[in-house]
């Protein structure tokens, strides 16, 4: 099963040739390492906005080449989904930590259910999680 859940952040860094994070998933099974759907969501959220607008053809094709590559990880990568048992978490979570963004209690609410830890640079959210484990890979 899936032992880390890359949070949105580590895979943003990762897409931008982050060494350091490369290095630590190149020490693990690649079947031990996932992203949640919530996570591809957020990813094309960002670039979306970028590619909509009028803009000078070069930042275009920045624009492009980053969607392209942000798809290209995405379909190589083990996606995990927000299904009804992670809802049912996830709903919990809302109650309890209300102050949390949407999309931090459902990438929780997924590692809950798996027992993963997440990747992630926002440990100070993500640690207000009761038996979550979280670990920033990016910040040494």
Not at 16 to 22: C, H, L, S, V
Not at 34 to 54: F, H, I, M, N
Not at 71 to 93: I, R, S
Request: aromatic share 10%.
């Amino acid at each position: 099963m899936f032992a880390f859940i890359l949070d949105t952040d580590h895979v943003s860094l990762l897409l931008r040739g982050q060494e350091d994070i490369a290095q630590r998933l190149s020490t693990y099974l690649p079947m031990s390492i996932a992203v949640t759907v919530v996570t591809a969501q957020e990813l094309l959220d960002g670039w979306l906005p970028l590619l909509k607008r009028s803009q000078p053809v070069e930042r275009a094709v920045w624009a492009y080449a980053g969607f392209r590559r942000t798809l290209e990880f995405l379909c190589d990568a083990h996606l995990l989904d927000f299904d009804e048992q992670v809802a049912e978490t996830f709903e919990q979570l809302r109650g309890k930590y209300p102050r949390l963004g949407t999309n931090d209690l459902r990438i929780a609410a997924i590692a809950l259910r798996l027992g993963a830890t997440v990747i992630t640079r926002n440990v100070r959210h993500f640690s207000q999680v009761e038996g979550l484990k979280v670990e920033n890979w990016a910040d040494g």
